[in-house]
């Protein structure tokens, strides 16, 4: 499945990666990875699947009413039923992110709030200040594309224009770009 994956990417299948929210950048940042051969995720998430994030999010109409992670876990099986997941179909919290994502390399913030991405953040720099967390901020939108980027700030990595917010509406491909670049920016955190 990977002989056409960069020869750098083998080394993936031994690092494992939590996704923090598995809406429009989790689901999409998932799918990438997987892709990539990354070797274990860890996805949680508390939703069902509704009509509504078909638009930007990697689900179908059959998943409709489902768990996103029990859907997001088979169509990341169908992709590749060689990786191992792990999923957590609940709310995180201050107190349940060390049981959750202790064993991770990289976590992935994808929540659709400015307060669960703050509470996210700060507990994990707290927790796990040598472990990168990548964070998505500022999709919304349409066009604008040169103000996409990924800024550095020891191990936090945001990925979007930082600018936008959830009242201008989605867009799938802009939401899927700054999906990709966390995923992108996984992988060459554990390459290099």
């Known amino acids: 499945m990977f002989q056409r994956n960069h020869p750098i990417l083998r080394r ?34 508390f939703d069902t699947v509704e009509l509504s994030n078909l638009n930007r999010q990697h689900y179908f109409q059959r998943d409709i009413g489902l768990a996103k992670v029990d859907a997001l876990k088979n169509h990341l099986y169908a992709i590749n039923p060689s990786v191992t997941l792990v999923t957590h179909n609940l709310k995180i919290d201050k107190d349940t992110i060390t049981e959750l994502f202790s064993s991770v390399d990289i976590l ?78 996984v992988i060459s955190i554990l390459t290099n």
Request: aromatic letters at 6%; hydrophobic letters at 45%; charged letters at 20%.
């Open 108 to 185: 992935i913030e994808a929540f659709d709030t400015v307060d669960a991405k703050m509470m996210l953040i700060e507990e994990w720099m707290t927790l796990f200040p040598d472990k990168p967390i990548v964070s998505g901020s500022g999709m919304a939108g349409v066009g604008n594309l040169d103000e996409l980027r990924v800024r550095k700030m020891g191990n936090l990595y945001i990925c979007g224009d930082e600018k936008r917010d959830m009242s201008e509406g989605f867009s799938a491909a802009r939401v899927a770009i700054v999906a990709n670049m966390q995923a992108e920016t």
């Open 12 to 45: 993936l299948q031994h690092f494992s990666i939590g996704i923090a929210g598995c809406g429009g950048l989790g689901s999409n940042a998932a799918v990438a990875l997987v892709r990539a051969g990354i070797g274990k995720l860890t996805l949680v998430d």
